[in-house]
Nanobody
Framework: QVQLVESGGGSVQPGGSLTLSCAAA????????WAWYRQRPGKERELVAR?????YVEYLDDVKGRFTISFGGDKSSLQMNSLKFEDSGVYYC?????????????WGQGTQVTVSA
């Protein structure tokens, strides 16, 4: 069973930066993709950024140019710059592991990001 442990959340003022990190443990299977989702108060969980090992990267329109996803081995990070009030929420990391020809998703426990003056 793959376990994801997140870190790096916290409180920051608008315009500030935070880096979220996620580490996977418990599997030697290759990671096909890493992604970060968030759930803002009263909203559904949404994809913020996703990157695959074959070079595909996508971002939520609102975070393009401000957030950067990276990964290597069994770790991923989300660099968040120029944070806005509306970026507040719980951020979840996700990894899709390759098991033969199928993929299985695993999730972190979530980390709170609060942007406030």
């Amino acid at each position: 069973q793959v376990q994801l442990v997140e870190s790096g959340g916290g409180s920051v003022q608008p315009g500030g930066s935070l880096t979220l990190s996620c580490a996977a443990a418990g599997s030697t299977f290759r990671s096909y993709s890493w992604a970060w989702y968030r759930q803002r108060p009263g909203k559904e969980r949404e994809l913020v950024a996703r990157a695959t090992r074959v070079g595909y990267v996508e971002y939520l329109d609102d975070v393009k140019g401000r957030f950067t996803i990276s990964f290597g081995g069994d770790k991923s990070s989300l660099q968040m710059n120029s944070l806005k009030f509306e970026d507040s929420g719980v951020y979840y990391c996700n990894v899709a592991k390759e098991f033969g020809t199928s993929l299985s998703d695993f999730w972190g426990q979530g980390t709170q990001v609060t942007v406030s003056a």
